[in-house]
């Protein structure tokens, strides 16, 4: 890159990033709609400035290049099917328009290497218990295996158990003690230990595998299941001849609204008669096995194995006189997830944004965090309606409740023309009308 009249730039890219960052951050995310890849993007087009020969006369011809050169990489990215899988971070649910400031924590750190001192991040992960005692647990585990693998040497992980600490803060306190540079809590009843020494050590990135706990300090983590709901309740309304639907949810958190009425909706898309019957695990023994003793031959299940129901009743599954048989899994890809975070991490996205704010990541298809399973006994009609879907929300052009809904009471929530924000979708507390059933108050 050269500067007016021949002279090298090397020495003022700083002013000449800090110059336009914003303005090709804006270029790209008016492409590719969502913050990591906007910001995949505009860091290509510096580097690109900073490796080419190109010669600019002024600042407009520089602003000029960088915007062509900008749109360009964002076309060649959309083209790219599968680009979900390599960006590192996304936008968090609470500002989804969050534009990061251009700093030296970003690309200019990067480029001098000042990002993780030796390029490796050391990273903890703590749990209440032993992963074989919660399939929850498990499945996180199986997450942090799948980061080592894919980083290899650029992160070196260890694990705790609260369970073998006098208290939790104990388990955290010696993750620090050894080192660790972010820790990830895989609970949400861990996010108090994180509270109490996120101040005390400021220089930790800790964060909580958890939604809707808004602590500056501590950044929160999960997934938008309800997007695999929503397939889910495509194949089930493809599949129900009798028009009923059951569907067992475990507890009245948030978000469970959300993926109850995504899997209503989704019904309503293939089957238009489709009323689901809604169990709550937590206030009945085996809800799966009643609903199949009741007639139902259709009915979505816990999305891990539990107590009450057998195993066999997971996913959509399909009642049949020898058990339930399993059409598709919603996926919680959590691998996927601590990937992200951790590259993040590494090329200095997490310094992006604001220290000061309360940051919570709620990842969903287009970021790979979900995904739906579908297995050898669904139908392959069903499957290539699926298929379709799943690109559609991959690429951001089908959101389940962009369309007409109404509650149980009547009231249109959505007239079909308005894109419910995040934090609406989060803090749902009705059911869709073609839902038989209520959300239990807490003396249920």
Known sequence: MITEGGGAMQGD????????FKAIYRVCYAFVKNAQ???????????RAMTSDVSFENE??????????AMNICKDKLKHWWRQKVSPIDEEAEQTDAEPEASGSGLLGLLAGRMIPGGTLRAAFVHECAPEKSPWIREHDKGRQQLEQALGDTVLVRSYLAEDYPCAEDALEQAVSDGAQVIFTTTVPLIF????????YPGIRFLNCSVDMPYPGVRTYYSRI???KFLLGVIAGALAVDDRIGYVADGPIFGTPAAINAFALGAQLTNPRAWIELRWSCCESSPAA?????GLRVICARDLPGTGDSPDWRGLCLAQEAGPVCT??????????????????LRGGWDELSAAAAVNYWWGFA???VDVRMMEALPDGPRELVQILRAALIHGELAPFHRHITDQTGTVRNNGDRWLPPEEILHMDWLCANVRGSIPQYDD
């Open 13 to 20: 890219f700083e002013a000449f990033y800090l110059r336009h």
């Open 37 to 47: 890849d906007a910001e995949d993007c505009t860091e290509d087009t510096f580097v």
């Open 60 to 69: 407009r011809h520089e602003r000029s290049w960088l915007t062509t050169t």
């Open 193 to 200: 230990a994180c509270r109490k020494l996120a101040p005390k």
């Open 226 to 228: 309800y997007e695999a």
């Open 290 to 294: 009643r609903l199949a003793q009741e």
């Open 328 to 345: 598709a899994l919603p996926v919680w890809n959590w691998g996927e997830v601590y990937i992200r975070l951790a590259r993040s991490i």
């Open 367 to 369: 970021n790979a965090a």
